[in-house]
């Protein structure tokens, strides 16, 4: 992938993962949510599990509104001008030991959601009903 050639170009670039995960987040919300119809509210565990779930998927649909907010924000930034950096101190460890942990990060998200895919598969349905 070419680097883009200014650092708000290179925010608008990413901005792709925020909205993702806000996305993922709200689709989370709500295979938490439509359940919770077939529940049994005469059962004792039925009225916890509601409400457990009631309250997961209302702070996973904040998260997913200010995941999309700053998503728009990195997108709003894409005219930033090129600022001048410092070459020596762009090459010092901090800077290095961020970048890399931000790599390292991508990698553990990447093979969770990879786990997650799997077993949601062998468990799940297709949108058209079918088994997966």
Known sequence: MNQPD????????????????????????????????TLDL???NAKAER?????VA???RNAA?????????MVGYRG???AR???????APEIRDAFAGLIEREHELSALLNTVIQQ????????????V
């Open 6 to 37: 200014t650092c708000g170009r290179g925010l608008a670039a990413r901005s792709a993962v925020p909205a993702k995960l806000g996305a993922l987040s709200a689709a989370i919300a709500d295979n938490l949510e439509q359940p919770q119809r």
């Open 42 to 44: 005469t059962d004792h």
């Open 51 to 55: 409400d457990a779930y009631e309250v």
């Open 58 to 60: 209302s702070a996973l």
């Open 65 to 73: 509104a200010q995941l999309q907010t700053t998503a728009d924000l």
């Open 80 to 82: 930033l001008p090129m």
């Open 85 to 91: 950096h410092d070459e020596d101190a762009m090459s």
């Open 120 to 131: 949601d598969r062998h468990a799940g349905f297709c949108s058209d009903g079918d088994r």
